[in-house]
């Protein structure tokens, strides 16, 4: 039978081009996409099922010069230094730029990555078992010509089996379900109000949410008003499982045919799930007295995590359902706080997920035209894995991301909604990016702030990977360079990115513009806090560059309460921002009272003296004073409150002579009794 296959397979189709590498040529249509191609001659499965027979077409690859390689002995000299060249585990890392103008390339790692043709295995590297058994086959394929498929499931009996009373009746499936359903706004007399913030990841979030709360009104509207039978719901919900069973696209190139996935009758348990990740002015509903009423933030996060457990249940993971793990993380740690339990498992979650996807390691985009989809990616990428670091300064835990096996490159500094546009708008934008992959005429995007910030991030990485590694030998010099590395980076962010002062105080320009420039210098001030730490405790010789940090952080932060009106989007985040840049900055303020290490006017900054440090700490006592419970962080900044009041009250009230602590401040420790300054073992060593 083998025999008579292989027989056919030649002589009615030409033998299938190989590469250089011996596995099989992918089509011209999967190799520009970089999807997975099966290798079917005259026309692969992929291409038969998008109908695009016409465009199946197999190309040979330019031939490429192939250095002359020797084989080398374990026990030779070239092994021996080939394994001390090996970089160590604190060696400079820098993360994967954009490549606008490269040819495609992968890194050596991804070469040997097979591609996944299971979405139920999610993605197996290159030290995973299917590694051998996809060269044996490429290998197989090469010598006898035909093609080894493996066995697919049934899609109907997949169907079948969860399609089906006996699973969707279940009361723990079927109490989901209700619960969503019968939380989900009408949308006959519902709207989408988002404020405009460098966090809402771009304008196709607000444009999908749009279009889902349309087509519910339009399939599901009488059933979804203000009287819902369990009846009605259950063939919702049946609707939305079936749909939910289906893999989602994942190539699209723009971004009206990825929503078209999850939209209008491709309803899945993912896109009601995107009507809850709002925090606040996001969906509104009309209430019988005229005026628009949000959900409320208790049910948004209950329904949020039963979508996202449904969408598990009933699929193999997505970039959607990623995302809305990354929103459900975030909305967690604004409930209870970043070191909460709850916000670290759904990060866990999150992290899993990403890797699971593969989408950690993504290849490059072809340089000829980007692609929304894989761009989308590159944000989540980018996104979760600052989010990573985020946690990590915040609780001192260890990163759950390995910053050296994250090799998404950089996403495109091109805005979500020129991908809504036709591919003319998209190749404009893509040609106006410079060198590093930053659009050229001074836009701020969602993209642009994620950008920006992970490239902080991944240089923040390397410090955790410092400050946390006991055996850690560091020398002062590699600190240097890590520090001049952090200041290149930040010559190399367009000038829009950077905040200046007065801009502030400018109406025409946007507030999030502002925001988003705040947080990207914070993110600068505090790798720079952390590695004059660290150099500090390298028993360099303090010159008082830990001090003129300390006093930019405490400063900018006060910047979101001096300016509550005009920055009212990072309303949210006070609470963080307080204990994640101004509280160790105070705490060194604190410090510079009780022990001065100048007189009159600080050598490095002229705006920094006794009187000037006072003023901005009382500002800071009144900026915490304004945190008040239930907030997630309210009896973090009541403790940093305290220590700086009694900090304030010994320096006005004695003199420089005078002992510290008094005796009333013996029982309160000076370490805020929260590892802000102790993250990483600093306060105490």
Not at 475 to 480: A, H, V
Not at 625 to 639: E, F, M, Q, R, S
């Amino acid at each position: 039978m083998v025999k008579a296959t292989m027989q056919r397979s030649s002589t009615h189709n030409p033998p299938p081009l190989q590469r250089q590498n011996g596995r099989l040529q992918a089509c011209d249509p999967c190799r520009m996409r970089k999807v997975s191609c099966d290798h079917a001659l005259p026309v692969c499965g992929r291409c038969l099922r998008k109908s695009r027979q016409r465009e199946c077409k197999y190309t040979a690859s330019e031939v490429r010069p192939r250095r002359l390689t020797r084989r080398i002995s374990r026990t030779s000299p070239e092994a021996v230094r080939s394994t001390e060249a090996v970089p160590s585990a604190l060696s400079p890392y820098t993360p994967p730029p954009s490549q606008t103008r490269v040819p495609n390339s992968l890194s050596a790692c991804q070469q040997h990555i097979p591609p996944v043709t299971d979405p139920g295995s999610g993605y197996l590297g290159s030290l995973s078992h299917s590694t051998v058994y996809e060269e044996a086959k490429n290998r197989l394929s090469t010598l006898h010509s035909f093609q080894i498929s493996a066995p697919l499931l049934n899609d109907e009996a997949k169907k079948a089996n969860y399609i089906n009373s006996s699973v969707l009746l279940t009361p723990s499936i079927r109490d989901k379900w209700i619960t969503v359903l019968r939380s989900v706004p009408r949308p006959s007399s519902c709207t989408i109000r988002l404020l405009t913030t460098p966090n809402n990841s771009g304008g196709w979030v607000r444009v999908a949410a749009h279009r889902i709360i349309k087509s519910l009104d339009a399939i599901f509207g009488p059933s979804l008003g203000i009287d819902r039978s369990d009846a009605q719901l259950e063939k919702i919900a049946q609707v939305l499982t079936e749909n939910t069973l289906k893999p989602l696209s994942e190539d699209n190139a723009d971004a009206n045919s990825w929503i078209a996935g999850f939209t209008s009758h491709n309803l899945r348990w993912e896109s009601i799930g995107l009507l809850f990740i709002f925090r606040k002015n996001g969906v509104l509903e009309l209430t019988s007295d005229g005026t628009y009423e949000e959900i409320s933030l208790d049910i948004s996060r209950t329904c949020l995590e039963l979508c996202i457990e449904l969408s598990r249940i009933f699929s193999c993971g997505s970039s959607l359902l990623l995302f809305l793990l990354s929103r459900k993380t975030i909305m967690e740690s604004t409930i209870m706080g970043y070191a909460s339990l709850s916000a670290w498992r759904l990060h866990a979650d999150t992290v899993a997920l990403l890797t699971f996807l593969g989408i950690h390691t993504d290849p490059q985009q072809d340089s000829s035209q980007p692609n929304f989809c894989q761009e989308n990616r590159k944000q989540l990428a980018s996104f979760i894995f600052m989010m990573d670091q985020t946690f990590v300064m915040f609780t001192g835990r260890p990163p759950l991301i390995n910053y050296r096996f994250m090799f998404m490159p950089l996403p495109l500094d091109i805005d979500d909604g020129d991908f809504f546009a036709d591919e003319a708008v998209v190749t404009h934008s893509f040609n106006g990016l410079d060198a590093n992959g930053w659009n050229t005429h001074g836009g701020i995007y969602s993209v642009s702030f994620i950008r920006a910030r992970t490239i902080c991030a991944f240089i923040r990485a390397e410090l955790v990977e410092v400050a946390l590694n006991k055996a850690a030998n560091i020398s002062t010099s590699t600190l240097l360079d890590i520090k001049s590395r952090q200041i290149s980076a930040m010559r190399q962010i367009p000038s829009s990115l950077l905040y200046k002062p007065r801009e502030i105080l400018d109406p025409k320009i946007p507030s999030y513009h502002i925001l988003a420039q705040l947080l990207v210098q914070l993110d600068h001030l505090q790798n720079i806090f952390i590695l004059e730490r660290l150099l500090l405790r390298q028993n360099m010789l303090d010159e008082g560059d830990l001090l003129v940090t300390s006093f930019e952080m405490v400063s900018l932060t006060l910047t979101f309460w001096s300016h509550k009106d005009r920055l009212l989007e990072a309303r949210n985040d006070f609470e963080w921002l307080l204990i994640a840049y101004a509280a160790p900055g105070g705490g060194i303020m604190c410090m510079e009272l009780l022990e001065p290490t100048f007189t009159g006017t600080h050598p490095k900054n002229d705006k920094i003296t006794r009187a000037s440090i006072i003023q901005q700490l009382s500002m800071l006592v009144a900026f915490l004073d304004w945190v008040h419970p239930p907030a997630p962080n309210a009896d973090l900044c009541a403790n940093c409150k305290a220590v700086i009041q009694h900090v304030l009250d010994h320096t006005l009230n004695t003199t420089i002579e005078s002992t510290w602590p008094p005796p009333s401040l013996d029982s309160l420790p000076l370490d805020f009794n929260f590892e802000l300054l102790d993250t990483f073992s600093w306060a105490r060593g």
